[in-house]
């Protein structure tokens, strides 16, 4: 089956600096991505939805310049957290179509554990 | 709101048991599916149903869909303390790159 590898796993950092959590598709060519936050014991809210080679798209309430996402290849995209703070922290997951595309399962990252101290 | 309200939100059950979770939804879907999120990892998709199918099966996993009710159940049989994980069923509102919208997810805990 169609593989995400997501990447940090778990990243710690201080409050004020940014990070970059990576996307790939490891052995599928994937033009929409989506990226989710997820809080302890709740369900998946849906982000944005990252386009090869155009802007994401955001959902409402999500700010687009405090979490920028760029894919720029069809294998790769990446989520910077800017200027974190400890509100921030939580586990954010990617997942993407398959090689199919359209409707069907979605094939999701391991998931990356940010803690902003 | 959410889109896909899982019942009951904690189950636990013996070993051998069937688990059974439902799962209600309120906009017109062109499938529903079911994921399975072990803590603290990613999601794993473990069936798909289309609006025109009304039962599915897949190993010790039956998934049912009744549209007019707007709800979808999922049947876990002879369960195993590996099924131990929280389940999740989301709903697919349009077509081609549309985005699932999840439940609120139910934990399943299998005693051995």
């Known amino acids: 089956g169609a593989v995400v590898s997501q990447h940090p796993s778990r990243v710690i950092c201080k409050s004020g600096t940014s990070v970059k959590i990576e996307c790939r598709s490891l052995?599928?060519?994937?033009?929409?991505m989506f990226w989710y936050r997820q809080f302890p014991k709740q369900s998946l809210m849906l982000m944005a939805t990252?386009?090869?080679?155009?802007?994401?798209?955001?959902e409402q309430g999500v700010e687009k310049d405090k979490f920028l996402i760029n894919h720029a290849s069809l294998t790769l995209s990446t989520l910077t957290v800017t200027s974190a703070h400890p509100e921030d922290s939580s586990f954010y997951i990617c997942?993407?179509?398959?090689?199919?595309?359209?409707?069907?399962?979605?094939?999701f990252g391991e998931g990356s554990r940010l803690t902003v101290l | 709101s959410q889109q896909g309200e899982e019942d009951p939100q904690a189950l636990s059950i013996q070993e051998g048991e069937n688990a059974t979770m439902n799962c209600s939804y309120k906009?017109?879907?062109?499938?529903l599916q079911w994921y399975r999120q072990n803590s603290g990892r990613g999601l794993v998709h473990l069936i798909l149903?289309?609006?025109?199918?009304r039962e599915k099966h897949s190993g010790r996993l039956r998934v049912t869909l009744d549209t007019s009710k707007k709800s979808s159940s999922l049947l876990i049989t002879a369960s195993r303390a590996a099924d131990t994980a929280s389940y999740f069923c989301?709903?697919?509102?349009?077509?081609?790159?549309?985005?699932?919208?999840f439940g609120k997810g139910i934990t399943l805990s299998v005693r051995p």
């Open positions: 997942s993407a179509r398959g090689p199919s595309g359209g409707t069907g399962e979605l094939f």
């Open positions: 052995d599928f060519q994937a033009t929409t």
């Open positions: 990252s386009n090869e080679g155009s802007k994401a798209t955001y």
């Open positions: 906009t017109s879907i062109n499938n």
């Open positions: 149903i289309r609006s025109n199918e």
């Open positions: 989301a709903t697919d509102l349009t077509g081609a790159n549309s985005k699932l919208t």
